[in-house]
């Protein structure tokens, strides 16, 4: 479910293009753009993961003034690439819930793992992850959908 190189080669340019940090985009060649961030607490404990889904759907945006987006200029500035499940949502939660266990750490036990996942529709996302390791040591994970 990776797109092809030239693809990704384009998407990294246009990252790069509008803002985006070119060291940060140049560790996602490939389309390596899933993030886990883990936090180990000085008690011991089980490993539990939260995981939540970062992209865009391959859905074209309403431009007229009745959607919402458009009329108050949020909508996505590109053709078939809009946050129509709430992923922007989700990693709004996710940074949220970063912020909060960082700062509450030493009344916590054991390990937590934030999944940020790329591909969730198709399960491409799951499946890499998976495939990575990323959950080998979770004992329990939690999920949400907005």
Known sequence: GV???????????????????PEL??????GKTGIVAT?????PG?????????DCNDVEEERCDEHRPAKEGFASEHKKAMHA???????TIGLS???LLAANKARLA????LIFQPAEEGVRGAFAMM??????DVDYLFGGHI
């Not at 985009?25 to 490939?30: L, S, Y």
């Not at 936090?39 to 008690?43: A, E, H, S, V």
């Open 85 to 91: 499940c709430g992923h922007d949502g989700h990693v």
């Open 39 to 43: 936090l180990k607490t000085d008690k």
């Open 131 to 136: 495939n990575a390791g990323v959950v080998d």
């Open 46 to 54: 089980k490993t539990v993961a939260f995981r939540f889904d970062m």
């Open 97 to 99: 819930a970063a912020k």
């Open 3 to 21: 797109p092809s190189e030239a693809e990704l080669a384009d998407y990294m340019q246009r990252a790069i293009n509008e803002g985006a940090n």
């Open 110 to 113: 054991g390990t937590v793992k």
């Open 25 to 30: 985009v140049k560790k996602m060649a490939g």
